[in-house]
């Protein structure tokens, strides 16, 4: 299991990814090992905890930002390298990317503010100095706050300043065009933060790394969906295509399966679509000797359906947000096709300029 769900806040779920706990560990072993004793790494841990609480309430920032435009938000993970947001989409007026952009750090700013006022309260006299905050626990977080403000308004894309950056070039360039310069700029960032990290500062190669691949994999995106713009899925959607009984089993199938092209296969019962079966799930439950099991106990069962008339981008978007390889198309509650990621890949590659 790569995460699992601790909580569920506004209707979304906030899942921790496994990884997260080596953060916490390796704080109190440092702890530990400096000699600095049981106590000291307790605090470490504790300090660790709520710089992550805060994390998560960045992250609700975004998302019930995007919440007002329309936009719902799957999942919120938590990674050692920070949180993040499962947009179903992400918002392509400049104005409404501009405005989740700013809420996560906006809620930052926010709770520095509001842990400013125990700190004051708790001192008589001057203004506390910058080392008697760095000394207190709720001036620690405060300061880390600010930090974390800071950090993500860089102008490092797909992180918070470059989403803003983007949303401003927008306003004056098509979105594909500022998507690709936030991404080099991004890149360029991404370069700086690795560079740094080799002087010490580790996580920030990892920061590094997600900078560069999720930018890039973002700008891929947006020139998909630019290429699709004004097609429907009745245009590239798969017309033949194989399908599987519900109640055949793995053994009866697999062999079949396994020789055909087709990589996702409609289970059906009757005239009834009951799921769709991928390839790799097909050939994992056959080499685990599950040959006597129903494919429709195999096969997914949360794939949205797509009428035929719906924009080939709400496809490339479903199948992204879903991790899937074909999307069932249904007209009346029939099945007339299947578009699959091979199809749209097609499609892409005919209409990219020569």
């Given at each position: ?75 919120i ?31 930052n ?87 740094a ?51 055949a ?38 080499a ?21 008339d ?12 879903k ?6 198309v ?25």
């Amino acid at each position: 299991m790569r995460s699992w769900r601790i909580a569920r806040i506004a209707g979304i779920d906030v899942n921790m990814h496994w990884s997260f706990m080596i953060l916490p560990v390796l704080v109190g072993y440092s702890a530990l090992s400096g000699g600095r004793g049981l106590a000291a790494a307790a605090y470490s841990i504790g300090f660790v905890l709520a710089i992550f609480g805060c994390v998560l309430l960045h992250e609700l920032g975004h998302a019930l930002m995007a919440r007002r435009f329309g936009i719902q938000t799957s999942s919120i993970t938590l990674l050692p390298i920070g949180g993040v947001a499962s947009l179903d989409r992400m918002p392509e007026r400049p104005i409404q990317e501009l405005a989740v952009a700013l809420a996560g750090p906006a809620v930052n700013v926010v709770i520095a503010a509001l842990l400013l006022i125990p700190i004051l309260a708790g001192f008589v006299g001057p203004t506390p100095t910058a080392d008697a905050l760095s000394d207190s626990f709720l001036g620690q977080l405060m300061l880390t706050n600010i930090a974390l403000v800071i950090f993500n308004m860089l102008p490092a894309f797909p992180m918070d300043g470059g989403r803003v950056l983007r949303a401003i070039l927008a306003t004056q360039l098509s979105y594909v065009r500022a998507t690709d310069i936030a991404t080099r700029v991004g890149q360029v960032m991404a370069v700086l933060f690795a560079i740094a990290g080799f002087f010490g500062q580790w996580m920030l190669v990892f920061i590094a790394m997600f900078v560069y691949v999720a930018g890039r994999a973002e700008a891929q995106m947006a020139r998909a969906k630019a290429s699709l713009q004004g097609w429907s899925v009745r245009d590239a959607m798969q017309r033949d295509f194989q399908m599987i009984p519900a109640d055949a089993t793995v053994q009866q199938v697999a062999h079949a399966v396994a020789l055909s092209p087709q990589q996702a296969f409609p289970v059906v019962d009757g005239s009834n679509l009951v799921g769709i079966l991928e390839k790799p799930q097909l050939m994992l439950a056959a080499a685990g000797n599950r040959h006597s099991l129903a494919v429709r106990e195999i096969a997914r069962h949360d794939l949205p359906t797509l009428e035929p008339d719906a924009p080939l981008t709400e496809c490339l978007e479903l199948m992204q947000q879903k991790q899937a390889s074909s999307l069932p198309v249904m007209r009346r509650n029939q099945l007339v096709g299947l578009v699959t990621a091979a199809n749209l890949q097609r499609w892409m590659t005919a209409l990219r300029p020569a």
